[in-house]
Each structure stands twice: as structure tokens, then as C-alpha cells.
């Protein structure tokens, strides 16, 4: 606790292997993000940091909200607050890209960079994966070495080629919707656990998109979830339906792939009933 008794999040920036300047410099990125975007209710309140130690140290408010990672709760969310989670994301990202003279990519979406507070608030965090992209271009290219993140995640573009753009973003959100409606179970099950091979994922199966088309949505959906919700409604239906063929957008299999503000405006409008 600080003196003025609030709790905080004490973050040691340690990844668990020896790649120490490396590691570093990921860090005082981390560190440099947060404090940009810790005014945000999307974004974790910064605190400050501490460079004494031999990986960095970032200390947060806690602000008396007990947090959780997303991948330890999801199977307990019902739909509405699965929505709500995939605005409250897409509006993090969403601001990433456009509160600044020049867009930041994540490009480090993983379920368990997601926190959840007591209030049901989603935070994105760890922020040593974004990347600028340069003054009047739309993308920047990496080297294989700086390629990162989670390969459930990653487009084909930027896997192969290490070209980094706003599209990255939209690509790794489009994946994340996909496991807040199918659940991690499924979301294995569709894609093969080990199967991130070049050319060979994230291409959503035909069939699904069908199923949830024709209402068989007990094919697709998370079950725990279905189990919560009981007879869902031809609301509701539409609801997911539209979810996945955003999703779909997303991960380019279905028309032009949106903004990121686009897509946080479709969320609301699907949302804007419950």
C-alpha cells in the first residue's frame, strides 16, 4: 500500500529467459505506453516504475479493485459481459490507434493481457510489443527477430513478412471475439491446439459461420456459456451471428477488413439493447 492507503499492482518485468537487453528495452516500452494511455478506463492507472532492479519494475493503482486475468474467468462470463469485454478491448485498441500524432500497434493480443476488475471493467496491458508506425506511413516492417506475440493472434502478413500495420491490430481482435464466443475449449477444438503453421490458421471453418447462420448456434458457442443463458432468443441469435461475421471482417474472410473504430462502433450498436 502507498501511503495514502490505496493498493497497488506491483508488475516485475521478467519473461523467463536470458535475452537481458532485450528484455530491458521491451520493458521501458512497457513503461513508456502505460504512462501515455493511464489516464484511459481501459488502460491500468500508472503509478510509477522502478530501473534499479535487473528486469524493470511497474507499479500500478490497484484503486482497491481486486483483478483477475480474462483466460482464468471466461468460462464463467455469460454473453452480455463477453460483449462488453470485446467493446471495452476494441475501444482500448481503438484509441491506441488514433488519441496520437501517430498510431501505436499492440500487436501483443493474448487473453491473459486482459484484466478484469471487481466492476466488470476490462484493462489491456503489457505494452512491449507496440510499435510506431512512421509519419505518413500506414505500416512499418520488422525484422524476423522482433516478431511477437501469440501465433492464436498473429496474421499471415506479419507472421511471414514482418509487416506491421493497423490491420495487425484488427486481425489479432477478430481472433480474440472468436475465443469470447466459442470459449477456449472450442476455440482448440476448431483450430487444432498445436496447429499455428504459415498459411494454415485462423481461417475460420465455413461450416461454423453456417451453423451459427442457421441457428444451430449449439455447434459453435461456448457451451458453459449456453448452460448460463438457458433458451436463447432470435435476438440474441442475431446478436452472435453479427458478432461472428464482424469477427469474420476482422480476420479478412469476410468483405473490406474495418477500423478499429468502426468496429467498436458496430459493438455498441449490437450491444446497445441488453
Not at 501469440?150 to 514482418?162: L, P
Not at 484488427?170 to 498459411?199: A, C, H, N, P
Not at 461472428?244 to 467498436?264: A, D, H, N, Y
Amino acid at each position: 500500500m502507498l501511503d495514502s492507503h490505496r493498493t497497488i499492482l506491483v508488475k516485475k518485468l521478467w519473461r523467463g529467459h536470458p535475452d537481458y537487453p532485450r528484455d530491458f528495452y521491451r520493458g521501458a516500452r512497457d513503461i513508456a505506453i502505460s504512462s501515455m494511455v493511464s489516464g484511459h478506463k481501459n488502460f491500468m492507472k500508472l503509478v510509477g516504475c522502478c530501473l534499479e532492479f535487473r528486469f524493470p519494475v511497474i507499479v500500478y493503482y490497484d484503486a482497491k479493485k481486486q483483478y483477475s486475468r480474462l483466460d482464468l474467468q471466461l468460462m464463467l462470463l455469460s454473453w452480455k459481459k463477453r460483449m462488453k469485454i470485446a467493446e471495452e478491448i476494441a475501444t482500448a485498441l481503438a484509441y491506441l490507434h488514433t488519441a496520437f500524432s501517430r498510431p501505436l500497434i499492440y500487436r501483443n493480443m493474448h487473453i491473459q493481457n486482459i484484466l478484469l476488475g471487481e466492476d466488470g471493467v476490462a484493462k489491456l496491458t503489457d505494452f512491449s510489443n507496440c510499435v510506431l508506425i512512421p509519419q505518413g506511413e500506414t505500416f512499418v516492417k520488422l525484422g524476423f527477430r522482433c516478431v511477437g506475440g501469440d501465433y492464436d493472434y498473429m496474421d499471415d502478413n506479419y507472421m511471414i513478412n514482418g509487416l506491421v500495420s493497423e490491420k495487425t491490430d484488427v486481425f489479432s481482435f477478430g481472433s480474440l471475439m472468436q475465443k469470447l464466443l466459442t470459449g477456449e475449449e472450442r476455440f482448440r477444438e476448431f483450430y487444432g491446439r498445436d496447429d499455428w503453421k504459415i498459411l494454415e490458421k485462423r481461417k475460420f471453418p465455413n461450416w461454423l459461420s453456417k451453423s451459427i447462420g442457421e441457428g444451430r448456434i449449439d455447434e459453435i458457442v461456448d457451451l458453459k456459456m449456453l448452460e448460463k443463458m438457458g433458451e436463447v432468443s432470435e435476438e440474441e441469435r442475431c446478436r452472435m451471428k453479427a458478432f461472428l461475421f464482424l469477427s469474420e471482417r476482422c480476420i479478412g474472410l469476410r468483405g473490406e477488413v474495418p477500423k478499429m473504430v468502426q468496429v467498436v462502433k458496430e459493438l455498441r450498436n449490437s450491444s446497445s439493447g441488453l
